[in-house]
């Protein structure tokens, strides 16, 4: 079992910066796929971002490409979504998630573990 447990939402405006932590315990997480997904209201969700040995082997969504940088450090036991340039469409809640390396990284199917989520907000 792992178990997960995000931090570092909150409300920003337009134009600024967060950074997301997802920290885990139970297991290391060198040995999983870790993802970052994100559901606004009313809306499905949505792959963000997702790393598996390190960040030459890193996958984003088309709409935050540029702007979003996932990185895990194996000796802490998390992983990271540092958010740039944020715009009133990146407002949801955001999910880290655990799965098996050879997945589908865009896929939440893929994905057995998830935390409970952090909200980001962006005002306009």
């Known amino acids: 079992q792992v178990q997960l447990v995000e931090s570092g939402g909150g409300l920003v405006q337009a134009g600024g910066s967060l950074r997301l932590s997802c920290a885990a315990s139970?297991?290391?997480?060198?040995?999983?796929?870790m993802g970052w997904f994100r559901q606004a209201p009313g809306k499905e969700r949505e792959f963000v971002a997702a790393i598996r040995w390190s960040a030459s082997n890193a996958d984003y969504a088309a709409s935050v490409k540029g702007r979003f940088t996932i990185a895990r450090d194996n000796a802490k036991n998390t992983v990271d979504l540092q958010m740039n340039s944020l715009k009133p469409e990146d407002t949801a809640v955001y999910y880290c998630?655990?799965?098996?390396?050879?997945?589908?990284?865009?896929?939440?199917?893929?994905?057995?573990?998830w935390g409970q989520g952090t909200q980001v907000t962006v005002s306009s």
């Open positions: 139970g297991r290391t997480l060198s040995n999983y796929l």
């Open positions: 998630a655990a799965g098996g390396l050879g997945r589908v990284a865009v896929t939440p199917a893929s994905y057995s573990y």
